[in-house]
Nanobody, 124 residues
Framework: QVQLVESGGGLVQAGGSLRLSCATSGRTFSRYAVGWFRQAPGKERAFVAAFSWSGGSTYYADSVKGRFTISRDNAKNTVYLQMNNLRPEDTAVYYC?????????????????WGQGTQVTVSS
Protein backbone atom coordinates (compact mmCIF):
# COMPACT_ATOMS: atom_id res chain seq x y z
CA GLN A 1 0.00 0.00 0.00
CA VAL A 2 1.33 3.42 -0.98
CA GLN A 3 0.36 6.56 0.88
CA LEU A 4 0.62 9.96 -0.78
CA VAL A 5 0.02 13.31 0.92
CA GLU A 6 0.05 16.57 -1.04
CA SER A 7 0.71 20.01 0.40
CA GLY A 8 1.68 23.48 -0.74
CA GLY A 9 -1.43 24.64 -2.53
CA GLY A 10 -2.92 28.07 -2.04
CA LEU A 11 -4.01 31.31 -3.62
CA VAL A 12 -1.56 33.17 -5.85
CA GLN A 13 -1.75 35.97 -8.38
CA ALA A 14 -1.15 35.35 -12.04
CA GLY A 15 2.56 35.28 -12.77
CA GLY A 16 3.36 33.97 -9.31
CA SER A 17 4.85 30.67 -8.18
CA LEU A 18 3.99 27.78 -5.90
CA ARG A 19 5.76 24.57 -5.01
CA LEU A 20 3.65 21.51 -4.31
CA SER A 21 4.98 18.60 -2.29
CA CYS A 22 3.93 14.97 -2.34
CA ALA A 23 5.15 13.01 0.65
CA THR A 24 5.18 9.29 -0.03
CA SER A 25 5.47 6.24 2.16
CA GLY A 26 8.86 4.58 2.28
CA ARG A 27 10.41 2.78 -0.70
CA THR A 28 7.80 4.16 -3.09
CA PHE A 29 10.42 5.17 -5.66
CA SER A 30 11.90 1.68 -5.82
CA ARG A 31 8.63 0.22 -7.06
CA TYR A 32 6.47 3.07 -8.36
CA ALA A 33 6.68 6.09 -10.60
CA VAL A 34 4.98 9.26 -9.42
CA GLY A 35 3.03 11.78 -11.45
CA TRP A 36 0.95 14.91 -10.97
CA PHE A 37 -2.56 15.46 -12.27
CA ARG A 38 -5.07 18.26 -11.86
CA GLN A 39 -8.81 18.60 -12.01
CA ALA A 40 -10.67 21.85 -12.54
CA PRO A 41 -14.38 22.18 -11.72
CA GLY A 42 -16.51 20.47 -14.33
CA LYS A 43 -13.52 18.99 -16.13
CA GLU A 44 -11.86 15.62 -16.27
CA ARG A 45 -8.68 14.88 -14.37
CA ALA A 46 -5.75 15.89 -16.59
CA PHE A 47 -2.10 14.92 -16.74
CA VAL A 48 0.43 17.53 -15.64
CA ALA A 49 3.84 15.91 -15.17
CA ALA A 50 5.41 12.58 -14.32
CA PHE A 51 8.59 10.63 -13.90
CA SER A 52 9.39 7.71 -16.15
CA TRP A 53 9.41 4.24 -14.66
CA SER A 54 13.20 4.34 -14.35
CA GLY A 55 13.08 7.81 -12.84
CA GLY A 56 15.57 9.02 -15.40
CA SER A 57 13.14 10.99 -17.54
CA THR A 58 10.33 13.43 -16.99
CA TYR A 59 7.20 14.18 -18.97
CA TYR A 60 5.03 17.27 -19.11
CA ALA A 61 1.71 18.30 -20.54
CA ASP A 62 2.14 20.83 -23.33
CA SER A 63 0.23 23.42 -21.34
CA VAL A 64 2.83 23.47 -18.54
CA LYS A 65 6.09 22.87 -20.41
CA GLY A 66 8.64 25.52 -19.57
CA ARG A 67 6.69 26.65 -16.51
CA PHE A 68 6.40 23.58 -14.27
CA THR A 69 9.17 21.27 -13.07
CA ILE A 70 8.79 17.89 -11.40
CA SER A 71 11.57 16.75 -9.11
CA ARG A 72 12.12 14.44 -6.20
CA ASP A 73 14.18 14.05 -3.06
CA ASN A 74 14.90 10.37 -2.51
CA ALA A 75 16.13 10.89 1.03
CA LYS A 76 12.83 12.56 1.96
CA ASN A 77 10.62 10.27 -0.14
CA THR A 78 9.06 13.41 -1.55
CA VAL A 79 8.14 14.54 -5.04
CA TYR A 80 7.78 18.23 -5.87
CA LEU A 81 6.02 20.24 -8.52
CA GLN A 82 7.52 23.69 -8.94
CA MET A 83 5.00 25.89 -10.72
CA ASN A 84 6.16 29.23 -12.13
CA ASN A 85 4.42 31.90 -14.15
CA LEU A 86 1.05 30.64 -13.03
CA ARG A 87 -2.06 31.46 -15.03
CA PRO A 88 -5.73 31.55 -14.05
CA GLU A 89 -6.30 28.44 -16.17
CA ASP A 90 -3.93 26.54 -13.85
CA THR A 91 -6.57 26.78 -11.13
CA ALA A 92 -7.49 23.23 -10.08
CA VAL A 93 -7.12 20.60 -7.42
CA TYR A 94 -3.71 19.02 -7.88
CA TYR A 95 -3.14 15.36 -7.14
CA CYS A 96 -0.04 13.23 -6.98
CA UNK A 97 -0.35 9.57 -7.87
CA UNK A 98 1.78 6.45 -8.09
CA UNK A 99 1.83 3.85 -10.86
CA UNK A 100 3.63 0.54 -11.14
CA UNK A 101 5.42 -0.32 -14.35
CA UNK A 102 6.44 1.60 -17.48
CA UNK A 103 4.32 3.32 -20.08
CA UNK A 104 1.11 5.34 -20.25
CA UNK A 105 2.35 7.90 -17.76
CA UNK A 106 -0.34 10.37 -18.82
CA UNK A 107 -3.38 8.14 -18.24
CA UNK A 108 -5.00 8.49 -14.81
CA UNK A 109 -6.22 4.89 -14.98
CA UNK A 110 -2.62 3.69 -14.88
CA UNK A 111 -2.18 5.05 -11.40
CA UNK A 112 -3.33 2.84 -8.55
CA UNK A 113 -2.64 5.17 -5.66
CA TRP A 114 -3.72 8.78 -5.21
CA GLY A 115 -3.33 11.53 -2.66
CA GLN A 116 -6.23 13.60 -1.36
CA GLY A 117 -5.37 16.65 -3.50
CA THR A 118 -4.41 20.23 -2.80
CA GLN A 119 -6.21 23.30 -4.14
CA VAL A 120 -4.36 25.79 -6.31
CA THR A 121 -6.15 29.01 -7.17
CA VAL A 122 -4.63 31.60 -9.49
CA SER A 123 -6.27 35.01 -9.58
CA SER A 124 -6.08 37.32 -12.56
Amino acid sequence: QVQLVESGGGLVQAGGSLRLSCATSGRTFSRYAVGWFRQAPGKERAFVAAFSWSGGSTYYADSVKGRFTISRDNAKNTVYLQMNNLRPEDTAVYYCAAREGPGSHNYPTRYAYWGQGTQVTVSS
